[in-house]
């Protein structure tokens, strides 16, 4: 494919808007893993949980095709992200002055945080995946900016995000409450799921509630009984 060609910057205009709009939820759990850590930490589990989430999106566009064949993929992402949302949400968030017993305490806190947004971005990286490889084409050099695109987006996203945290504490519950849609729309586009829900309004809404009752409620309860007890 030309790259000067209308239709090379017509994919690579479509795969930007994949990016901006996909990467939003991506840049969501990088925020809100590494809100639990301390200060001087939060920087580096931004970057390397960014190029670690980008090496499996590597990994997961090179087998794509196979990817599309495993029956229940989404069904299975979704409610593993369902999971990681009330995790994160439930988290214990690190506070100035807190003890955080010594170097290894911190280093199996930013591990803990970086195994987190990993595996969150592999789970919701799906879609974006199948978007950009679609977009492409079969051409590598397009699924290579789509790669290189999400990067900056992911880490100016997620920092952001993460200031806005320390500003409106909210913004916690919100960002939970779209992981738990995006985990949703990914259990509901499962084709095993698909002919069930099919002209079934009441069972797409009820999956809707039970992912984010699963997230918002538990993790609200779990906030608020340490709460009562701190």
């Not at 949980?49 to 069904?75: E, S």
Request: hydrophobic share 60%.
């Amino acid at each position: 494919m030309d790259i000067l060609s209308l239709q090379f910057l017509y994919a690579l205009g479509a795969i930007v808007i994949i990016d901006l709009v996909l990467a939003g939820d991506n840049a969501i759990v990088i925020a809100l893993a590494a809100r639990t850590l301390p200060k001087d930490l939060q920087k580096k589990a931004i970057v390397w949980g960014t190029m670690g989430a980008i090496l499996v999106r590597v990994f997961m566009t090179v087998i794509v095709v196979w990817l599309l064949k495993l029956p229940g993929l989404r069904l299975v992402g979704g409610a593993l992200l369902v999971w990681i949302g009330y995790k994160l949400l439930a988290a214990e968030e690190h506070e100035e002055g807190q003890d955080v017993s010594g170097a290894q305490g911190k280093q199996t806190s930013f591990f803990d945080a970086l195994r987190t947004i990993v595996i969150a971005d592999a789970v919701m990286g799906l879609d974006n995946v199948l978007g950009v490889a679609g977009a492409a084409k079969g051409s590598y050099l397009l699924v290579v900016l789509g790669l290189a695109i999400s990067i900056p987006i992911m880490i100016w996203g997620s920092t952001i995000i993460l200031k806005w945290v320390d500003r409106f504490p909210i913004i916690v519950y919100v960002g939970a409450g779209v992981l738990a849609w995006t985990a949703a729309s990914m259990i509901l586009h499962e084709p095993l799921m698909e002919s069930l829900v099919l002209g079934q309004p009441v069972l797409k809404g009820l999956v809707y509630a039970l992912c984010l009752a699963g997230i918002l409620g538990l993790g609200y309860w779990v906030r608020k009984r340490r709460a009562l007890r701190g």
